[in-house]
């Protein structure tokens, strides 16, 4: 991370706390790592987050249904689905500095710098050449540049062909053989690498030993699956229809330093799309423009959003992409969409020995569906959007003796924690108080917001931007004569005189999420 990047991260973090969106979790003992709360704020964005995604994945879609299943499961579930014996990272431990990291991370961390070494090199020519300059040449036919690029490739390919084959020593070799030494420490002096399993487990209290084994749930889709049956002949959809559950997930993640983009406890949206055999591609090509959609709608730079396929398939996968954020730390996964053919279904039928097939009416056969997937972490989104949102500017002529910056959050209305403030010009004036309160109790019918006189207004505008909330009402002398206010609108700071019952219909217009989806 480049120390712009790594000293906005440091921003966006301290924002979070400072504004009552994230704090970490059991901070007066210290804290437990990579488990956060969201606080007062952070709750509201990351509901928000939530109902967002469901109305677009359920309520719009005529044939997606909803699914609440628990976290805990049989714990065969977890056997059939693979992550007993497969859910695995490779891990590696510096003898000296006793820290311990992903061996994969570790060898992207050389790819990366190379990248970067090459990126550095057309950078240079750039200014070097100026206008006449054609980069995609330059990267194919400079020495120097290729000679990096073709090392980064050779590495990825190398990585590549140990984790397909689980081999662990080929791991150990490579980070040996590219003096890879602790980002932290500088020390080389590494262990082994060994495969770690990332699932947390329990003991139900009437059954000892390892038949009382249960396993916190490590992705959501698991409670999808094994209720494929129940919710298709409760609800009598035909293929194709889908699934979709929000809820917590838990994985011992080995490395969990940045923040609540790896977590260890978090949470997943997530929907299965139960498909006849044979059309997965269609669906797959689908899921993934569809999606796109969903984050381009809230306004989100293209720039910012970029498809990785995947070139690692999961066991369950014949084709894997991921939606990848440019997060402050480069870009990474976002979201999955994977087309899971009928490995779950094929695996929970054999291991329950129950059937978990479809009729299908149009050619009288029965058969186990194909599934393609949509996975998203609500947390990683929530990190993408506060990371995308908070700008500081300055703000000129502007200034309401708060100094010439502000930090404002510049959430999507329909995501904003709250929707309104309304603040009285003076908080020592009854009349004005109490037409301010009248008018805060007339729109909290109708959405969430504040009422608020602890500071000037000029401070209250400051507090209210650096937490999203589009539109501040203030209230004065004028208004007690005449019903009218300010309504000051968060991006422009543009303020307009309007009367009380138009603030109502003002406010919908920007915030109404239904916008999102026309
Ligand atoms: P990664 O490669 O980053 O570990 P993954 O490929 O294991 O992610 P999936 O199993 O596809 O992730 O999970 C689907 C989504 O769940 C991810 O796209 C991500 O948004 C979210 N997610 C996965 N692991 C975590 C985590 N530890 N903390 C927060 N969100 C996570």
Redesign the pocket.
Known sequence: MSQTSADSFKKLTAHCKEYGFIYQSSEIYDGLSAVYDYGPYGVLLKNNIKEYWWKSMVQMHENIVGLDAAIFMHPSTWKASGHVDAFNDPLVDNKDSKRRYRADQLIEGVMEKLEEKADKEVEKAKKRFGETFDEKLYRETNPRVSEYLQKAADINARMNEALRNGDMAALTALINELEIADPDTGSRNWTDVRMFNLMFNTQLGNIAGEEGKLYLRP?TAQGIFVNFLNVQKTTRQKLPFGIAQIGK?F?N?IV?RQF?????E?E?MEMQFFIKPGTQQEWYDYWKQFRLKWHLALGTSPDKLRFHDHENLAHYADAAV?IQFEFPFGF?????I?SRTDFDLTEHQKLSGKKLQYFDPETNENYVPYVVET???C??MFLAMMGNALVEEAVGDNTDGEGNSRDVLKLHPALSPLKFAVMPLKRNEPGLVEKAKGIFNLLKFHFPGQYDDTGSIGKLYRRQDAIGTPFCITVDFESLENDTVTIRERDSMAQQRVSISALEGMIRERVDMARLFK
């Open positions: 992705e997930a994985r993640e969990a609540i983009f790896r977590m260890r978090f997943q991921d990474r996964e976002l979201e999955g994977h996975s998203i972490g947390d990683r």
